[in-house]
T-cell receptor, first 118, second 114 residues
């Protein structure tokens, strides 16, 4: 079965410190990988994605993520956290070649709550 | 430009009633998706539309759930004979419909079944 794991329910970091939110996946085939952020009472906002090419992808609000095929990971990082980064972060994967091809379904992790303390 | 919109934002209904949830995608997006977000279950895929057809309905949990899309635009998710376990936030997303595109989400409809 295809799955995504976010091993930490919550991450706490001090403002100005680097942050990492972890994501690992288990799929058959070559995945597309995504990070979304959800602020309280708001919808999911797209942060960044990996499709192919350079393993380090940069996204919105200073976030970046590194695709590591051997470790099947796609950890989200930011060099210096802001209090306003406090939110729920979701990792998702799509395997386009699955189920006969042109699979569009996103499979999600359960989310990681990031708290940035002033 | 305008993002994905959903209505109503909140819906409270009694067990056994039918409900309709509406999604207006971003203009020009040919693909539309429905997901459900519930506590402890995370986000789960329900159905995907390309134009007005639904190539993937694999996530619909039972035959009480149905969805349609008309004019390649607005979509309605209908839940018949609602049950308490249907309580969740129903999220709609749309995308350009190309192979590597990104799904953009609406604010969701919070459904509470009493």
């Amino acid at each position: 079965a295809q799955s995504v794991a976010q091993p930490e329910d919550q991450v706490n970091v001090a403002e100005g410190n680097p942050l990492t939110v972890k994501c690992t996946y288990s799929v058959s085939g070559n995945p597309y990988l995504f990070w979304y952020v959800q602020y309280p009472n708001r919808g999911l906002q797209f942060l960044l994605k990996y499709i192919t090419g350079d393993n380090l992808v940069k996204g919105s609000y200073g976030f970046e993520a590194e695709f590591n095929k051997s470790q099947t990971s796609f950890h989200l990082k930011k060099p210096s956290a802001l209090v306003s980064d406090s939110a729920l972060y979701f990792c998702a994967v799509r395997v386009p070649g699955f189920n006969g091809g042109n699979n569009r379904k996103l499979i999600w992790g359960l989310g990681t709550s990031l708290a940035v303390n002033p | 430009g305008a993002g994905v919109s959903q209505s109503p934002s909140n819906k409270v209904t009694e067990k056994g009633k039918d409900v309709e949830l509406r999604c207006d995608p971003i203009s020009g997006h040919t693909a539309l998706y429905w997901y459900r977000q519930s506590l402890g279950q995370g986000l789960e895929f329900l159905i995907y539309f390309q134009g007005n057809s639904a190539p993937d309905k694999s996530g619909l949990p039972s035959d009480r759930f149905s969805a349609e899309r008309t004019g390649g635009s607005v979509s309605t998710l209908t839940i018949q004979r609602t049950q308490q376990e249907d309580s969740a936030v129903y999220l709609c997303a749309s995308s350009l419909g190309s192979g590597t595109d990104t799904q953009y989400f609406g604010p969701g409809t919070r459904l509470t079944v009493l």
